[in-house]
């Protein structure tokens, strides 16, 4: 009776363990999950959950997503946890000068009454620290939030691009890229290039791609130019503490043999400044990069919407 006991059990558990998400002791889940889920607590409904793809090294990410509040109340998001990460919070970014500063959202993120809030890229966030395994893109990160009055709430974030701005659908621009024709210049090939729409009078914009070096010799992107600006140069965007800043790289920006460097927001970047005209979305602009060794070639980025993160459908064949 004892075996037959101790073998109904053992049954049991692993039709349990396979009946759950491959959820790691990290609070990542290596399957995925389902892209356009909600996630409902009382009056409160979470949507469009996401996260980015970490590159090699770093140690935090952002969390981002939308919370609406049907209820007759306001609501408060006061505190977020994970496995995923030693520590995690609320933060919210903001640009003081030309550095952007990120710091704790003291007292949490209300949502109004009938209202809701979005946590997104360059905002509000859920910011996790001490991440001891890197999220890598189509995985899935479990979070719990809490609510003031509502409660606490279990949400997965999707791992979208190491440049996703908005949750990954399964059909998300940044794969788009792939299709897009590559543009070659001896040993290098580029593929992707876009860049977004400005608004009036704006006086900055930056340009985006991905740039392949199938040589056996490290190569560098030393300068580009663009006649949409007064001055074009390499960028790139880091972490210093709790400061976001962006400069330029006055040595340019090498290109490794046989690897690939990604110029994406929120990273490195050509930057458009003095720009002597909008940038229109569905248009292109010509941009003139050159090269230490490879020499100078001319690409045209295709314009998309004010928050792009790839090339879409309708710039391809621009």
Same mark, same amino acid.
């Not at 892209?35 to 469009?48: K, L, M, R």
């Not at 306001?74 to 970014?93: C, F, I, N, Y």
């Not at 992107?221 to 140069?233: E, R």
């Given at each position: ?89 609320? /933060?919210? $970014?903001?640009? *003081? !000068? +030309?550095? =952007? ?6 007292? @949490?993120?209300? %949502? &109004? #009454? ?120 390499? /960028?790139? $965007?880091?972490? *210093? !503490? +709790?400061? =976001? ?6 040595? @340019?920006?090498? %290109? &490794? #043999? ?61």
């Amino acid at each position: 009776m004892f075996n037959l006991f101790v073998r109904a059990a053992l049954a049991g558990a692993i039709f349990t363990a396979l009946a759950l998400p491959a959820l790691a002791h990290h609070g990542v889940m290596h399957d995925g999950c389902a892209p356009g889920q909600s996630f409902a607590i009382g009056a409160i409904t979470v949507t469009g959950a996401f996260t980015r793809e970490m590159l090699p090294g770093a140690e935090i990410a952002g969390g981002y997503m939308s919370i609406a509040n049907s209820g007759g109340a306001p609501d408060r998001l006061v505190s977020v946890k994970t496995e995923a990460a030693k520590q995690s919070g609320l /933060h919210q $970014m903001t640009l *003081e !000068g +030309d550095v =952007m500063k990120m710091a704790p959202l003291e007292g @949490g993120l209300e %949502i &109004p #009454a009938g209202g809701s809030a979005v946590l997104e890229p360059g905002g509000n966030h859920v910011m996790m620290e001490g991440i001891d395994q890197s999220f890598e893109e189509g995985e899935c990160v479990r979070i719990v939030l809490h609510f003031e009055n509502a409660g606490e709430l279990a949400v997965d974030l999707s791992v979208g691009g190491v440049s996703q701005d908005v949750a990954p659908t399964g059909h998300d621009m940044a794969g788009m890229a792939m299709h897009t024709s590559a543009i070659t210049l001896g040993d290098l090939e580029i593929t992707g290039p876009f860049t977004r729409a400005t608004l009036p009078n704006a006086p900055v914009g930056a340009g985006f791609m991905v740039i392949t070096n199938h040589g056996s010799a490290d190569d560098r992107l030393v300068s580009a130019s663009s006649p949409v600006a007064g001055i074009t140069q390499i /960028h790139e $965007m880091k972490m *210093e !503490g +709790d400061l =976001m800043k962006m400069a330029e790289l006055p040595d @340019g920006l090498v %290109i &490794p #043999a046989r690897q690939s460097v990604t110029l994406a927001p929120g990273g490195f970047h050509v930057m458009f400044m003095d720009l002597k005209q909008p940038i229109v979305e569905g248009t292109t602009i010509p941009v003139t990069l050159t090269f230490e060794n490879a020499g100078s070639i001319e690409v045209q980025l295709a314009v998309g919407p004010i928050d792009a993160d790839g090339p879409s459908h309708d710039m391809v064949g621009m």
